[in-house]
């Protein structure tokens, strides 16, 4: 934290579209000022003023946090307001400033960036080991462990939105005591973990087709779109070819940041790859990006469109 002449800099700036990793930060600041009186703002509703009448001195000098939301919608006036603020802030207020990124406002975000702002990346969350280790942080936080095949059980079971993902764990969290095992997501989701998009994915790499069949009628089932699992299928793909091009020699730990990928996932790729040849491979994606267009409209049928992949991606695994 930065620090300034008479004591620490109480100002953040929240950006990034993963609202889950802001809210986290938001939390952290929160204990750190438990004492303090929240006030929150709306950017898209504030009218010039409104941010200097709000961060006024307290005739009695009580603690305050601010929290501004939507900072992308102010009023320019209201830009101007914050600077000043920055340049004189009082120790007894602590302002949070969150935008969802993007380019909107990013003349003002410069300005704040060179200010004496404390800055927190919530970049959105897409890597499935970053989103594992979000529902990992997330347990800590709240005084408990969940371990690494469960968070990645969930992972799997939640979809890809984190919000679902926190939500999931915030269920479990009050449904269980100790440490959450597999046996709890698998509990929470009814079976459902066994029948995801990527289940289906894994069954047609690692099993047979008759068992990646019932797979993918358990899925189709339990109300999993069509369109998600051939983007299951498509990214397992994807992560067999690029597993399959690097030097076997390389430490999965090595070879997982130069990949984009986490560690476990380059393990459990070389452990699918066993069967597939690099033709098979490429046979397979040709295969699944017609199914693609099949589900999204092209085909009458998106259950049998996805039936269809599967046998044609069994047929090029002996390739």
């Not at 204990?31 to 009218?47: N, Y």
């Not at 462990?145 to 939105?161: H, Q, W, Y």
């Not at 009050?174 to 994915?201: K, M, P, Q």
């Amino acid at each position: 934290m930065k620090m300034r002449e008479g004591g620490l800099v109480k100002s953040y700036l929240l950006f990034g579209s993963e609202e889950v990793l802001a809210d986290r930060a938001l939390r952290g600041i929160e204990r750190e000022v438990l004492q303090a009186e929240k006030i929150t703002l709306d950017g898209s509703a504030m009218e010039p003023g409104d941010f200097s009448n709000t961060t006024a001195p307290s005739l009695f000098g009580e603690e305050r946090l601010i929290v501004l939301r939507e900072l992308h919608d102010i009023p320019e006036q209201a830009q101007e307001e914050i600077l000043r603020f920055l340049g004189e802030q009082p120790s007894d207020i602590t302002l949070v400033l969150i935008h969802p990124g993007g380019v909107k406002g990013k003349a003002f975000i410069d300005k704040l960036k060179k200010a004496k702002i404390n800055l927190i990346t919530c970049d959105a969350i897409k890597k499935d080991g970053e989103k594992i280790e979000l529902v990992k942080a997330e347990a800590l936080d709240r005084g408990r462990k969940i371990s690494t095949e469960a968070a990645r059980a969930l992972v799997d079971a939640s979809g890809s939105e984190a919000r679902e993902m926190v939500s999931a764990l915030h269920q479990l969290l009050s449904d269980t005591n100790g440490t959450i095992e597999v046996a709890h997501v698998n509990a929470l989701f009814a079976g459902r973990v066994e029948t995801t998009s990527f289940a289906v994915a894994d069954a047609i790499l690692e099993s047979t087709l008759g068992q990646a069949l019932v797979a993918l009628r358990q899925a189709l089932d339990t109300g999993v779109d069509p369109v998600v699992i051939v983007n299951s299928l498509a990214s397992s793909l994807r992560t067999l070819a690029k597993v399959g091009s690097a030097p076997r020699s390389a430490r999965a730990a090595e070879l997982a940041p130069v990949l984009g990928m986490a560690p476990w996932q380059v393990e459990k790729a070389r452990r699918q790859l066993a069967g597939w040849s690099g033709a098979g491979i490429s046979s397979a994606i040709s295969a699944i990006a017609f199914a693609d267009g099949q589900v999204k409209g092209g085909g009458s049928d998106p259950a049998f469109a996805c039936e269809q992949a599967l046998m044609a991606v069994a047929a090029a695994r002996s390739v």
